[in-house]
């Protein structure tokens, strides 16, 4: 069980927390003007990256907020974590 | 290839079991063949048998990075069935099944297939509903399938408990008599002895590292042993498919995830179906060691660490004490982890790719197992052919653009 | 059984651990015995002799113990009767109680006499694998032969029985955290454990033993010119005395995962039997989080093969050390050791104080001087260059036959017989790096001591000490110990200063390094007969893993998966390395280039009761009831789950069918006025400027245009295009909204708000809070619910004009605040009323008192269904788009939102989709079944070609017959058609496609 930490409330853990899958996936401003292979690689194809990988977790059980962490999916060593939106954390626990 | 009878063991127990041939070489990789398949799981070494066997195409290798069978062949709970909703799947599933079913024979294997039965149980109204949809499409497919009161329930696993005061009372279950399990292991046994006496070479620790193209099709592979030229190259990696992807340039729908499994210490015949229930999510079965053999779902985050984390076991247990209160002091005596690819739509990739003479096989999730033989039967033919069979055409990659999506999520377990 | 002749007399040796004063009887295979406290079920009956106790897994060899502890491949047993039983326990493991009962497994009829025993004889036919070989079957009926067979190979395998009963006992779950864990309270652990307390550290240290001390309980050893165990007292006191240390004895660590998370399993009411005491748990599973950990989980011994080394009577030499030196039993009158390493002399020394007769066989040429003359000296007759070829007798010992061994473990020469009735045998020691090999560590071979060691953890966190390092010397334990438990806390941050403890130890003069021995073979006449066992508890012999490299099963997985060695229930503990070894000598290659399997969890077998721990029964998921749950269950509700929720899924009165329950709460709500408790609904308050554009984003209708003190349907995407909820949201403000969800999404409606809202749209200034549980919904719902409700004190305007169909009013309903939706899903005129959660009950009351009929959740179903109304998880299952069901009204075209781009696909844009229709059998009298298929052919041969299937379908009390509604394919261009759905055996129902709407299709009653 991975311990987390959530830039918002410290350290918890993996339990109290939901995964979102990979990061950086920004949904297109203008969905008509794609191809069909372009919509499809926004909604399904995935980099599902062996090694280090930017992903989402929210705080599920906790303060409920998104951030993103980068975790190595061999090792699942983890360190790095980003909020969105300029959300800055109050204080680290 | 030397014919497996009991005639043979007896005739070998005179000379002390000296003189038993390899069951399959280990040859060093020749620099050139017809075809490469990638990864010898129990897919990949199907495809390879087949190809020799269906398709008279014999100059092929089989590169596994490990041990063969290592991956999710040698890790799965070894249940098979074909109970599946939708047309597409019922197809693939159920030619797997009837593989299977004379598997032993044609391998001269013997696979131990035990077809004693597949329970999937339903805990709500709502699971009732979907089972009833489910038997009834499988029927239609011409697939055995039938509705099981809980006391019906209960005369076919005594050990279940279908009192009404569990949290999550069993209301009923569909049963397909003709799934069960088998041995995992001898089935990639049996068809890498079969593909190798048929003359493919099975190269055990040989990792691809790069797949050559040139002019949008493939040439070849590197790996840790060389390069090898193939003029077709078949990927059949469970749990690595998107690296492999990567490597040829292009992105898979998939994410991959732990999946965890886990015996019990052996006992004597307690239960003598697999019992599957998606809504408690845990599922069971005896294997002839006399092992609880348990499953559950998998874990959330992406990770090719063949391993989980411990609320996943903990989760899935509370889940089998509440079904079977006598297992409670039983003992778990040994938990694993596979990789498992899993596709937006909980359906597998049997395609033909954006490089030519390239083919992929993947994202069976947590089900593989129990397609094996009709996965290798229908890429065999896709390759051979350059051009899906029908069993696999459903499959392509190109549903994801054309939104033909084959969703075997089933619906959302919403009621209002 | 006659007397415990084999137990010491007082004062032969120290007493070691077991209390002579405190005898407690016991029973084993209906006979009684008498042990003393202190004692494990092993020691005990070894008191009686080496007699049989199990039955081998394939051969059904006579067994008897083997080891003393985890190790343990033989002594299998089955403790206890009824719902107390447990299969499988080890012996070795056991603690002692009073009046505890166990038996032999995997015999029948007895353990001395098992008619299995047949398939020992049998065994040429019966190599490793040969299952894989026959019962292909031939001819017709493939596989009809090992179906025939299939029965009688599960009876013979597994070894002991379920219960029959659902266990009776509790257990408990406790979370710790720490800044060290020591796993292994030997002289290693206890010594590291010392060190980081006195740093300061919170440090835990578990044992899996009944005390801590790990090798040190066999007694023989000093530390500082005094029993060594005073130390082990004097270092307990001293964590005692610590601020933050637990000291956690019959506790075994089962696994170790991501980021130092240990699992341990402590005995608790365990070892008192079924007599504990009712306030104990029988186990307790801990979860410890710790900042570092160190293991010190010391090493196994490991035997080498000969022939018969299976018999009873013959044990690994440490396990003879530790039943002499700890609980005062020697099982036998005269021993022979056979070692090819130095710690077969301290038993030898050992057994010779206790004044037993030692043959000592060193397969080293020149046996370590030291070591050789003192044991000379205490009159062990020691055999320079000798090793065990084989062990005479079946049911126990009756003898041996050493030899000269030669380096590839030949016997050369001729054989010279033994007199002995006890055989220990020292192979080596095997470092138990299990845990270590859980986080993921690489074992890595030791050339000079012959085995396995952990890699360095300490990246992640994890230190080793002791024996687990390959450390032979009680010096370098506590030296290493030190060193892991100072480090470990100051990697913890505890950087208080210590000093290191100057110990003197007994270690002696150096000895001589091992000479590896895996098995003894040999080519003289006789030295064939009797196998040679590699996995004693799963019967796999040398010659089945020279079988297995012949077939090419040489990868250690297949050596394994194919023999099934070290696949038992001691997971090879004593197995593995030698199995991998002799596959080395058969292909040339090294251990390490063998390699090992990999360890996974857990360390030892764990009781699925301890995994589970409470969430059991009622507590195995969270019931979630509403606060008018009460007046339900006493008014003849029939609850069904929904999610967590129990709903009502109709009122029965006396003496009435289900069937007409809901028929009668039909009728009330079309002829009259009926109630339902719609507490369940997810609700959803959305605050801010930003709303409407939210809403636009994750509705596909427009929401420009929702006017304050108006309510409207929506339907949801996700990207796919594919619908996967629905409900009403109402404006109750210029900025606040209330989202009403299923009541099976409420949380992942939620849960995707947010997503959004933060990760992709962090500019909208919105927030979403859950209110779910803050209100009671009372549905109110009739041609009389207008009467009812304006009944209601309240503020509020029921008529039609101040509060029309799709409004929202807020005000005060009996002195509560409300907030009151005129929505429809029964099509009558309707009103949902919430107040605050407490109110329900009162509210309901009310509404029940004014002549309201309360309903559940099928009739409601039937009501809607007749209306046409879908319900997100029936009428679709994530494949099924606002267009399929026929919903383009509830579309916008003016504007992008979740999942609309995926519409225009190929696939999703055909015309002839599954759409949704509604169904009128033929034979108005006949229900369509519900997942009914439908098919345009209803002779056709299965394969058929299926068009869609029935998602709703029911005898309307409201309609003369029955309807349904279908998914069909191209339905709406069909409209009119006739078509079959199949019944489940066989035939079909003929029906006709028509609209689904079947009552009151323009609106007007529930406008009114």
């Not at chain 2, 990696?237 to 898979?252: D, E, N, Q």
């Amino acid at each position: 069980m991975l311990l987390i930490r959530c830039p918002y409330c410290g350290l918890r853990d993996e339990s109290e927390f939901s995964y979102g899958g990979e990061a950086d996936i920004a949904r297109p401003l203008e969905p008509e003007t794609l191809t069909d292979a372009e919509w499809a690689d926004y909604v399904f194809l995935r980099t599902n990256t062996k090694g280090r990988f930017r992903e989402q977790w929210v705080h599920a059980h906790g303060c409920g907020r998104w951030f993103t962490l980068v975790r190595d999916t061999v090792t699942h060593a983890h360190g790095e974590t980003g909020v969105f939106g300029g959300v800055e954390p109050e204080a680290d626990g | 290839m030397q014919r497996y009878s009991i005639f043979s063991l007896a005739r070998n127990a005179l000379t002390g079991h000296r003189n038993w041939p390899q069951a399959w070489r280990s040859p060093a990789p020749k620099p050139e063949y017809d075809v490469v398949i990638v990864g010898g799981g129990g897919h990949g070494l199907a495809t390879a048998y087949y190809l020799a066997a269906e398709h008279g195409i014999a100059n092929v290798a089989v590169l596994e990075k490990g041990w063969l069978g290592g991956g999710n062949t040698g890790r799965n709970t070894t249940i098979i069935r074909s109970n599946y909703l939708w047309d597409e799947s019922a197809a693939i599933y159920e030619k797997a099944l009837q593989l299977y079913e004379g598997l032993s024979r044609e391998l001269n294997f013997n696979i131990m297939l035990s077809q004693r039965g597949v329970l999937n149980l339903a805990h709500n109204e709502h699971d009732l509903k979907e089972m009833a949809r489910r038997v009834r499409a499988i029927r239609g497919n011409g697939i055995d399938s039938e509705i099981l009161s809980p006391a019906e329930i209960k005369k076919l696993v005594p050990a279940i408990n279908v009192s009404k005061d569990m949290r999550y009372p069993i209301l009923g279950a569909s049963l397909q008599r003709r799934g069960g399990v088998a041995r995992h292991d001898a089935v990639a046994w049996g068809f890498a002895r079969g593909a190798d006496a048929r003359g493919v070479d099975i190269v055990q620790n040989c990792e691809v590292t790069g797949i050559d193209r040139k002019g949008g099709r493939v040439t070849g592979v590197r790996t840790s042993l060389g390069p090898i030229k193939a003029g077709k190259v078949g990927v059949v990696v469970a749990g690595h498919a998107s690296v492999l992807a990567g490597m040829a340039g292009f992105r898979l729908p998939i994410d991959s995830h732990p999946l965890q499994a886990m015996v019990s210490e052996p006992i004597k015949p307690i239960l003598d179906c697999v019992v599957m229930s998606n809504a408690v999510h845990v599922y069971v079965s005896q294997s002839d060691k006399g092992e609880l053999v348990i499953g559950a779902g998998i874990d959330s985050f992406n990770s090719y660490a063949q391993r989980g984390s411990w609320q996943i076991i903990e989760g899935q247990m509370g889940a089998l004490v509440e079904l079977f209160p006598v297992f409670s002091r039983l003992r778990l005596m040994r938990s694993w982890g596979g990789i498992v690819d899993t596709c937006p739509d909980a359906s597998p990739i049997l395609s033909k790719t954006p490089v030519e003479g390239l083919y992929f096989n993947c994202g069976w999730g947590t089900g593989g197992f129990k397609a094996t033989p009709g996965s290798g039967w229908a890429f065999a033919h896709t390759i051979a052919r350059d051009e899906p069979h029908p069993l696999a055409a459903p499959f392509s990659l190109d549903r994801f653009t054309t939104g033909a999506l084959i969703d075997e999520h089933g619906a959302a377990a919403v009621a209002h | 059984m006659s007397g415990p002749q084999f137990r010491l007399p007082a004062d032969t040796l120290p007493d070691g651990r077991i209390d002579r004063e405190a005898p407690l009887g016991f029973s084993f295979n209906g006979e009684s015995f008498t042990g003393y406290a202190g004692d494990t079920l092993a020691s005990a009956l070894l008191a009686y002799g080496a007699f049989p106790l199990a039955r081998s897994f394939k051969y059904h060899r006579p067994r008897g113990i083997f080891g003393a502890g985890a190790e343990e491949p033989n002594a299998l047993v089955q403790l206890e009767t009824g719902g107390y039983s447990q299969p499988n326990l080890r012996a070795t493991q056991i603690e002692l109680y009073g009046g505890l009962s166990a038996a032999s497994v995997n015999a029948w009829p007895s353990v001395d006499f098992d008619l299995m025993r047949v398939n020992d004889w049998l065994s040429p036919i019966f190599p490793s694998g040969f299952y894989y070989k026959t019962f292909m079957g031939a001819g017709v009926g493939a596989g009809r032969w090992w179906r025939l067979f299939e029965p009688f190979i599960r009876r013979a395998a597994g070894f002991g029985r379920a219960p029959t009963a659902p266990d009776p006992d509790r257990y408990e779950r406790m979370n710790a955290h720490c800044d060290v864990l020591v796993v292994g309270a030997g002289p290693a652990g206890l010594s590291a454990a010392l060190a980081a307390a006195n740093r300061g550290g919170r440090v835990i240290l578990v044992d899996d033993q009944t005390e801590p001390g790990g090798d040190l309980l066999a007694g023989d050893r000093r530390i500082d010119d005094a029993p060594a165990m005073d130390w082990v007292a004097a270092a307990l006191e001293r964590l005692g005395a610590a601020p933050d240390a637990t000291v956690l004895a019959r506790t075994a660590v089962a696994g170790l995962y991501d980021d130092n998370f240990a699992t341990a399993v402590e005995s608790v009411g365990d070892r008192f039997g079924p007599g504990a005491p009712d306030h104990l748990p029988r186990l307790r599973l801990w979860r410890i989080r710790a900042r570092q950990i160190v293991l010190a989980t010391g090493a196994h011994e490991r035997p080498y093969a000969f022939a018969n080394n299976d018999t009873p009577g013959t044990m690994l030499g440490n396990a003879i050390r530790h039943y002499a030196g700890r609980y005062a039993v020697v099982p036998g009158r005269q021993a022979l050791l056979g070692t090819d390493n130095d710690s077969a002399y301290r038993t030898a020394l050992l057994l010779a104080r206790a004044g037993i007769p030692v043959t000592l066989a060193d397969a080293r040429e020149t046996p370590p001087s030291a070591l050789a003359d003192a044991a000379r000296q205490a009159g062990v007759d020691v055999e320079a260059g000798c090793a065990i070829s084989a062990v005479l007798g079946d049911r126990r010992v009756r003898g041996a036959k050493i030899g000269r061994v030669l380096p590839d473990g030949e016997i050369s020469g001729a054989l010279r017989p033994v007199e002995a009735d006890l055989v220990g045998v020292s192979g080596g020691w095997n470092p138990a790096l299990h845990l270590a090999s859980h986080r993921g560590a690489r074992p890595v071979w030791n050339e000079a001591q012959t085995c396995f060691v952990p890699d360095d953890l300490t990246a992640l966190g994890l230190r080793t000490a002791g024996a687990v390092t390959g450390a032979g010397s009680l010096a370098d334990c506590l030296e290493q110990g030190y060193a892991a438990g100072r480090d470990a806390a100051r990697a913890a941050g505890r950087t208080k200063r210590t000093r290191k403890p100057d110990l003197k130890t007994d270690d002696g003069a150096a000895g001589a390094p091992i000479r590896p021995l895996w098995a003894v073979t040999g080519r003289q006449p006789g030295s064939r007969r009797g196998k040679a066992f590699v996995d004693l508890q799963n019967d796999v012999t040398v010659k089945d893993v020279a079988l297995a490299a012949r077939e090419n099963y040489r990868s250690v997985e297949h050596l394994k998966r194919y023999t099934t060695l070290g696949m038992g229930t001691d997971q090879g503990k004593t197995a593995n390395v030698i199995g991998l070894a002799l596959m080395g000598v058969e292909t040339g290659r090294s251990p390490e280039a063998v390699g090992t399997t990999t360890f996974r969890p857990p360390y030892t077998p764990v009781p699925f009761g301890a995994l589970a721990g409470r969430d059991r029964g009622a507590l195995f998921d969270p019931v979630r009831e509403t606060p008018m749950f009460d007046w339900h269950a006493a008014n003849g509700a029939v609850f069904e789950d929904v999610g967590q929720w129990k709903r009502p899924y109709a009122y029965r009165r006396d003496g009435e069918s289900l069937e007409a329950a809901i028929g009668r709460e039909v009728r009330a709500v079309r002829n009259a006025a009926g109630v339902m408790d719609a507490s369940t609904l997810g609700k959803i308050d959305l605050k801010g400027p930003d709303v409407v554009t939210l809403l636009n984003r994750v509705y596909t209708n427009d929401w420009e245009t929702l006017k304050v003190g108006r309510a409207r349907y929506g339907l949801m995407c996700h990207e796919d295009g594919m619908i996967f909820d629905d409900g009403v949201t109402a404006r109750l403000a210029d900025d606040h909204y209330v989202m009403t969800t299923t009541t099976g999404n409420a949380v992942t409606v939620l849960n995707w708000l947010e997503m959004w809202l933060q990760t992709e749209w962090p500019e909208l200034r919105v927030f979403a809070t859950s209110v779910t549980e803050a209100w009671a919904t009372a549905t109110v719902a009739g041609p009389e619910a207008r009467r009812l409700v304006s009944g209601l004190d309240s503020d509020i305007d029921w008529s039609d004009d101040a509060f029309p169909h799709m409004a929202v009013r807020t005000g005060t309903v009996l002195g509560a605040p409300a907030r009151v939706f005129r929505v429809s899903f029964s099509g009558e005129a309707s009103w949902e009323i919430n107040v605050p959660a407490h109110c329900g009950p009162a509210l309901w009351q009310a509404l029940i008192d004014g002549g309201a009929t309360p309903y559940g959740t099928e009739a409601m179903h039937v009501l809607r269904a007749e209306k046409g109304f879908i319900i997100v998880g029936q009428e679709t299952d994530g494949t099924v788009t606002p267009h399929d069901l026929g919903m383009g009204w509830a579309v916008s075209k003016r504007k992008d939102f979740i999942g609309k781009r995926s519409w225009s696909r190929p696939d999703t844009a055909r015309p002839d989709r599954k759409h949704l229709v509604g169904l009128l059998p033929l034979d108005s009298g006949t229900v369509l079944p519900e997942g009914g298929q439908i098919v345009a052919d209803p002779e056709q041969e299965p394969p058929v070609t299926m068009l869609g299937h029935v998602t709703s379908s029911y005898k309307s009390p409201s309609l003369d017959g029955s309807f349904a509604l279908a998914l069909l394919k191209n339905g709406r261009n069909r409209m009119g058609d006739t078509v079959h759905v199949l019944r489940l055996d066989e035939g079909a129902d003929a029906a006709r496609v028509v609209a689904p709407a079947f009552y009151d299709k323009d609106g007007g009653r529930m406008r009114g």
